[in-house]
T-cell receptor, first 117, second 113 residues
Framework: DAGVIQSPRHEVTEMGQEVTLRCKPISGHNSLFWYRQTMMRGLELLIYFNNNVPIDDSGMPEDRFSAKMPNASFSTLKIQPSEPRDSAVYFC???????????????FGPGTRLTVL | QQQVKQSPQSLIVQKGGISIINCAYENTAFDYFPWYQQFPGKGPALLIAIRPDVSEKKEGRFTISFNKSAKQFSLHIMDSQPGDSATYFCAASPYNYGQNFVFGPGTRLSVLP
């Protein structure tokens, strides 16, 4: 299994530009999570999807952030317009949650390091 | 109440020593407590996890100790090795359908050879 795939691995952009981060979860997983990691705030959950439906987006910092999951094998996190304070490492993770709610491991991708100048 | 506190922020241990990282939580709805290990440039990976129906779980050199009444849990790494040098995150989640994890701020462990 290739694991969770994220692209790009590194992104450098200028303030005001639109940024799109991409994630391919592990095949067969039904839940997908977007996290942001910074030195100041640690690892924060931004949004998670279950069966392609957003369940909790309370961690999305502002309306400039949006996430979509058009199908079970692809998700995007978009920032528009980007700001320097958005600079962070963004992780995507996926998991298989059974209908009984039994816990399963979240598998993290390698992350996208975003720098907004 | 959603916060998970973690200490120390950084830890230096000699090879062969015991590394201990502590976490505390407030939300009594939390009932799943995983530990994740992260190497530089990589995503976090599950190391070991515990439910509060047991007070201890051991996997190889890694042990979680759990104190439900104190709402505290800790990770012990026995016979620490330089390859264990990484950042360790504790996390907590309520038993719900979403597995909404709350992560601690992390502990950077350095094991000296």
């Amino acid at each position: 299994d290739a694991g969770v795939i994220q692209s790009p691995r590194h992104e450098v952009t200028e303030m005001g530009q639109e940024v799109t981060l991409r994630c391919k979860p592990i095949s067969g997983h039904n839940s997908l999570f977007w996290y942001r990691q910074t030195m100041m705030r640690g690892l924060e959950l931004l949004i998670y999807f279950n069966n392609n439906v957003p369940i909790d987006d309370s961690g999305m910092p502002e309306d400039r952030f949006s996430a979509k999951m058009p199908n079970a094998s692809f998700s995007t996190l978009k920032i528009q317009p980007s700001e320097p304070r958005d600079s962070a490492v963004y992780f995507c993770a996926s998991s298989l949650i059974s209908t009984s709610g039994h816990y399963n491991e979240q598998f993290f991708g390698p992350g996208t390091r975003l720098t907004v100048l | 109440q959603q916060q998970v506190k973690q200490s120390p922020q950084s830890l230096i241990v000699q090879k062969g020593g015991i590394s201990i990282i502590n976490c505390a939580y407030e939300n009594t709805a939390f009932d799943y407590f995983p530990w994740y290990q992260q190497f530089p440039g990589k995503g976090p990976a599950l190391l070991i996890a515990i439910r509060p129906d047991v007070s201890e779980k051991k996997e190889g050199r890694f042990t979680i100790s759990f104190n439900k009444s104190a709402k505290q849990f800790s990770l012990h790494i026995m016979d620490s090795q330089p390859g264990d040098s990484a950042t360790y995150f504790c996390a907590a989640s309520p038993y719900n359908y979403g597995q909404n994890f709350v992560f601690g701020p992390g502990t950077r462990l350095s094991v000296l050879p």
